[in-house]
């Protein structure tokens, strides 16, 4: 409300000339206009992700044989020996 518009207060009621004098009135406490300000703020989270690695070494043995060939050689003697000398005569 700009202006009060009751009886006896103001202007409207002194009778007075051009610029009267206002009578002195409490002030008056008008409702409170709310402003709304917003404000973003970033905040930065650190999040700790373990990763473990297990390796697993996997040693393969491939097998081959190969043959190695030996010998062995053997003398033998043998006598023939039909006797002795007396035999021939």
Do not use: W
Request: hydrophobic share 25%; net charge negative; glycine share 6%.
């Amino acid at each position: 409300m700009l202006f009060n518009k009751r009886p006896g207060f103001g202007f409207q009621n002194m009778g007075m000339g051009c610029c009267p004098e206002p009578p002195m009135c409490q002030p008056i406490t008008e409702p409170t206009i709310t402003k709304c300000i917003e404000k973003e703020f970033c905040h930065e989270v650190q999040h700790i992700c373990p990763i473990h690695t297990h390796v697993i070494n996997r040693h393969i043995y491939k097998h081959t044989y190969t043959p190695q060939y030996t010998a062995s050689e053997e003398n033998q003697i043998v006598n023939v020996d039909p006797g002795n000398c007396c035999q021939f005569m």
